[in-house]
């Protein structure tokens, strides 16, 4: 399966350093696509889910329907939205997938609601790359 890009869905996306992905290399997955193993097998040991609310790796809320996360494998960040209406039984879905701050940051600025700027000064102050942010 190919992404819009025209990669093949998995593909790995640059080099092994940070400055070869390019800042487009971000896409939306299709819907059945948006749960990764690792968040599956998480989910049956009880412990919370990338789409719920007290996911752990929440990076910044950005306002009451959108927030960014770290993925579950921690090799990209998330732009979440809550859809129809901000009850917690609707979830959060991924959006973009970025693992450069450049992306995510252009990502979160075509919001059509505004940012908490607090959560602005979190986003400015990551790693360029999310790989620079791994232990």
């Known amino acids: 399966m190919e992404n819009p890009a025209g990669r093949a869905t998995g593909e790995v996306l640059g080099g ?10 971000s896409y ?21 889910g990338e789409g719920e609310d007290d996911y ?10 959108w927030r960014v996360i770290r993925c579950s494998a921690g090799i990209q960040w998330v ?9 917690p039984s609707t979830g959060w879905r991924g959006v973009s997938y ?3 701050r450049e992306s995510l940051l252009r990502r979160c600025g075509g919001l059509e ?12 102050r990551l790693p360029a790359c999310i790989r620079e942010a791994l232990p």
Do not use: F, H
């Open 16 to 25: 092994s350093d940070c400055e070869s992905v390019s800042s487009e290399n």
């Open 28 to 48: 939306s997955a299709p819907q059945d696509q948006r749960r990764p193993l690792a968040e599956a097998r998480r989910a049956r040991k009880g412990q919370p």
């Open 56 to 65: 752990v790796n929440v990076v910044a809320r950005l306002s009451d329907r």
């Open 79 to 87: 732009l979440q939205r809550r859809d129809a209406g901000n009850a």
């Open 98 to 100: 970025c693992v450069t």
């Open 113 to 124: 609601s505004p940012i908490d700027p607090s959560a602005m000064v979190v986003l400015d």
